[in-house]
């Protein structure tokens, strides 16, 4: 049981755009900054967003996070086949001291 | 570039310890605003964070392993290691290696990972 929320997977056709939520408490993503990841299948984890929607350098603007409260959603425009891959929330839980993660949703571009 | 690979015996028995290297390429270990860190992923599964460690010492392990969990820097080697006591088959998983950084926000960041390593916890 992971101790961020998000859904299994999510689907939308190539050019669509897609959201991925994940939602927490105060103690986690209500009083920190959220990173994503993108893990393509049979590949290591990539950071795509950090601080809410700060994206690294050579990260497409395709990709965009926000908060709002004890959610955080991960949004992607113009879906393309190369994007199919699990993505994970991330934060800094303050009661566990311990970094947490979402259990991932797997994305399909149909 | 920075490049990190994991390397470390891929079984490991029950009740014994766990160890993985991680090499560092490409950058400095003694880095005054990295930290180091590893994450696993067992089969199947989400990510789960260990702990990271500052090539000084300072360290921060997730509390669900701190009474098993042991991470070091080796500088001359530019190298920082993971020990992990009393396995069990719960702890099979792939270990990532990662580096790791505090944003402005106090927001652990892990924005470099390592290839992974799969251990298996099996007799």
Avoid: H
């Amino acid at each position: 049981q992971s101790v961020l929320t998000q859904p299994p997977s999510v689907s939308a056709a190539p050019g669509q755009k897609v959201t991925i939520s994940c939602s927490g408490s105060s103690s986690n993503i209500g009083n920190n900054y959220v990173s994503w990841y993108q893990q393509l299948p049979g590949t290591a984890p990539k950071l795509l967003i950090y601080d809410n929607n700060k994206r690294p350098s050579g990260i497409p603007d395709r990709f965009s996070g926000s908060k709002s409260g004890t959610s955080a959603t991960l949004g992607i425009t113009g879906l393309q086949t190369g994007d199919e891959a699990d993505y994970y929330c991330g934060t800094w839980d303050r009661s566990l001291s311990a970094v947490v993660f979402g259990g991932g949703t797997k994305l399909t571009v149909l | 570039q920075l490049q990190l690979q994991e390397s470390g015996p891929g079984l490991v028995k029950p009740a014994e310890t766990l160890s993985l290297t991680c090499t560092v390429s490409g950058d400095s270990i003694n880095s005054n605003y990295y930290y180091w860190g590893w994450i696993r992923q067992p089969p199947g599964k989400g990510l789960e964070w260990i702990g990271s460690i500052f090539y000084s010492g300072t360290s921060y392990y997730n509390p669900s392993f701190k009474s098993r969990v042991t991470m070091s820097v080796d500088t001359s080697k530019i190298q920082f290691s993971l020990k992990l006591s009393s396995v069990t088959a719960a702890d099979t998983a792939i270990y990532y290696c990662v580096r790791c950084f505090w944003s402005t926000y106090e927001a652990l960041i892990m924005d470099v990972w390592g290839q992974g390593t799969t251990v298996t916890v099996s007799s």
